[in-house]
């Protein structure tokens, strides 16, 4: 299929084959299947949400295709994965952060989103060429980061949020509110500490698969681990590694209330972290000591990053699992280390 | 005069033609004659302005030169207009920030700034060199962010502004204040709804090109679009395009008051964005597209800084407009894109 | 002892040597007795703050030993000097900081976190090595964030301290201390005014050696500067004004209370940005005027970078260096610039 020119009629099935590749390489499973079974998944989730990843990932190959992209970037949808991302992520997650409603004409933004990450796809990778490093999901977080921000902007003005009372004053009044912070922040803290369920935390490693995705239920986040076995069974048990230890870090790291760690939200960084360790390096024990220090240092970045995220509500993406990665693999990169990259990758 | 040597009695010449090329080079216009307007329109806004920017401009040829910076460079000013900026933006905008009183010896000051700024600038295009990129106007930016944020934390601590209410506390009462605040925001939001002036827009895009350069009346502005036009016909029709597209796009995307769409500070990013790209870029449709994303883009980024810069006073100044053109330079630096860097340049 | 093997009869000889000199190559004093006096000075101002150095610089030494990191580099002391950092400022400046107690056994936290400071040092080293510049204390500077943001997020939520009243409600009632803060600044600034004492500012000058290593007592920073004029008398003095140079710039330039300026708070990046030029670069009248100019910026980039820390409470550590350093470094590496880079260095 390689081989066929992108004009011929092979377009469609080459358009599809690279449409279906970019959902897998989100995760690095690269593999029509895995990619086709993770979009069911999306779908069955939140219809809009798939149907927004379907559209942005299908205008992203055309867009990189036009663009001039390496011919082996765009089959394996590598030029479309962040443009999914950014379509799926934003019909996922701005309705609630904004307090919007979402109706199925938005999804048709996601066209003009999809082709502008193309070009800071493209561009980003240009600027990260001298250190041989890939640019990973870096463009999907800048172009999501932007959307969220203008877009709350524009609706709530450039106010911060200060401890969960934001302060644009929208009939709140922060003065009372604040007299009663204070008791239930206790009360949510004393409330953990005898309620942390272990059964949720490990329910919560399941479900970061799915929260890769914006897909945050339990049925699709086991479709999703379905995916990622048929692609590699060996990736995968890395992937749930890094999930259990994202995890259990996070029972510890995160402020507040636990329920974000048990939704999977503290977990997907560490899973991505530990498995990109583990695909793009040959292996070795070291590997192996990266990939869990990989998965600990993405939930120290996430904690960290948080308390700058946090005032402007913007969520924390992928961030963590990017800075953490970009560091581990470059170590690669210098001679002499005890880590290299792989050039062919070949996974059972 | 390019092969004349600098110590000669080409001198003055030298010096008088890279320093008024280096009003022109801020948008691209490499050019003496429409330097020299440039010049005269920032000094007939404000005189103060004007010398601070010639000033500045003249110290950073020479300091340059003893640097040992490029040549070429030099010649046409490349590595004076950043010294240009900083001390025309911060005659310009310092006072008024910081609610101080500009002196006339204040654009004393110039000169050790000026100096700084060739050092950040020749430092910058040293680390911008593995990425085949120029700096553009990033050490303005970051020297312009540094006095601003330095002088605000000496004069009013590191308090943040919180929604126009800065919690400083000089006199003011926060919590009075904060009740009247939800009915203004509700004010403004609905003024602007039913007051939105085309013409005022058209106006915002016109007073951009005086923006650029701290100059933020109409007649100013008028006289630096005829020395961009002295400069290249199509150039300048390019920036209005991108003026247009930054100021209607603003008109959806900036919260509160429409008065900074008015004035053009919601354009000037887009404007230099759209000439950037054609200016630096071989002509192709490709790169008329690129110029148009290209404008869109800068609003955006715009928007989305805005949440970061706004708590604490920091003007956007031109990160936009940086941060979207090295994206897209970057691009044409690899390989098989269908755009591609312009080394010779011949305008009209 | 260059020549003999890490893994003879010799391992422990060599491994004190490595790990005395990342003691004295934080501030490029690369000789294992000035390290040895540097550590000596740590032990007595706070025993905890020194064993905790010593460890980190201990593991750190072996693991990047492990990792494969060049062996000149592990032999200096350049691939563990940014772990001694992490774990003598984290003792020294977390307890208090975030209200905590510290304790001996917290010391054996040190040792994960040199380690991962050791991937995050070579990944960074990959990183820069196209801009073939060191990454100096970056790595410790991103780990000490880091940590202190995780922490603090951790224990007190993500709220934003705003003028040194926090908002996260812990008791405290917000709008009365904002009444009773207008009248404490002011007294504060005019309190200034008229207690300026330039032998206190003096005295900052001096303790800004010992700030480096997180002792910030006089007998430990004289022991230090013993030190340093052990390695090389020159480097020293440069040191010395570099430090003046930023004491006084930070009268006119710190906001509030000038108690950080007579800590030598504002006066230890000033000292070490002088030093770095100087160390870096070939002797010249230009290295001369680099050295003083770079002093001058890093107060102005404290001043500036406070205002984004402060909120989070995050110490400016040494950003303001590493900035300043990493920019003027730069330059040497273009061609035809009056400055260049040293290979073989040789000190009085």
Redesign the interface.
Known sequence: LFSKSWWSPWFPAKLTNAVLRAFGVVAFANNPLSGFLIMAAMMASDVIVGVAGLLSATVAVICSK?????DHLVCDGLTAFNSLLVGAICTAVLPDLLNLKLHFYHVLLSIPIS??TC??D??????M???QLPAQSIPFNLVA??????L?????????K??GID?????Q???DA??T??QD?TEVFEGDQTELQWVKVLEGSVLAAGQVYGAGNMASSIIIWLAFFLYSPILSVVFYLGSIIGSCLAV?????SLSEVYAGLWSYNSMLAAGGSVFFLQPSL?VAV?AV?GA??AV??Q??????F???QLPVLSYPFNVVI??????S??R????TMLTNRSFP
Do not use: W
Not at 145 to 150: A, D, E, R
């Open positions: 036009l663009q001039g992209a390496p082709i502008i070009y800071v493209l561009g980003l990778s240009s600027l060429s001298p250190c980061t932007g959307l969220v921000l203008s709350r902007g524009r609706l709530y003005g450039y106010g911060l200060i401890h302060t644009q004053g929208h009939g009044m922060y003065d604040f007299r912070l204070a922040i510890f790291l995160s402020p507040g070291h990266v220090l600990c240092m120290f970045t904690a960290a990053v948080m308390n700058i946090a005032p402007t970009t560091i581990l693999l470059a170590i990169t210098q002499g280390t005890t880590l």
